[in-house]
Nanobody, 123 residues
Framework: QVQLVESGGGLVQAGGSLRLSCAASGRTFSSYAMGWFRQAPGKEREFVAAIGWSGGTTLYSDSVKGRFTISRDNAKNTVYLQMNSLKPEDTGVYYC????????????????WGQGTQVTVSS
């Protein structure tokens, strides 16, 4: 089973960009689909993006489509989330997670999870 560690969060002004990284341990990383979720204060965790094991297929929530890009480098056991044109409503804790169920978006089908990284977008 992989262990996941996110990094790259921080404080950015609206319209700015951030790139999140999620480093995985273990030699089975390339067999997992990977996803990013986020949780805003007082709200439930929500799906942001997912990528298949080869990187050839991706899914996005409507709220980030066209602004965020998910990618992965299986040689580096890392998945990325490039976030552009950030908005205050993108603020939250961002989590990466692995899925052995293929390219899915339901939170219950993901696990294990990272510890999260905080993203704050100021207006």
């Amino acid at each position: 089973q992989v262990q996941l560690v996110e990094s790259g969060g921080g404080l950015v002004q609206a319209g700015g960009s951030l790139r999140l990284s999620c480093a995985a341990s273990g030699r089975t990383f390339s067999s997992y689909a990977m996803g990013w979720f986020r949780q805003a204060p007082g709200k439930e965790r929500e799906f942001v993006a997912a990528i298949g094991w080869s990187g050839g297929t991706t899914l996005y929530s409507d709220s980030v489509k066209g602004r965020f890009t998910i990618s992965r480098d299986n040689a580096k056991n890392t998945v990325y989330l490039q976030m552009n044109s950030l908005k205050p409503e993108d603020t939250g804790v961002y989590y990466c997670a692995a899925s052995a169920r293929g390219l899915v978006i339901k939170e219950v089908l993901f696990g294990p999870w990272g510890q999260g990284t905080q993203v704050t977008v100021s207006s």
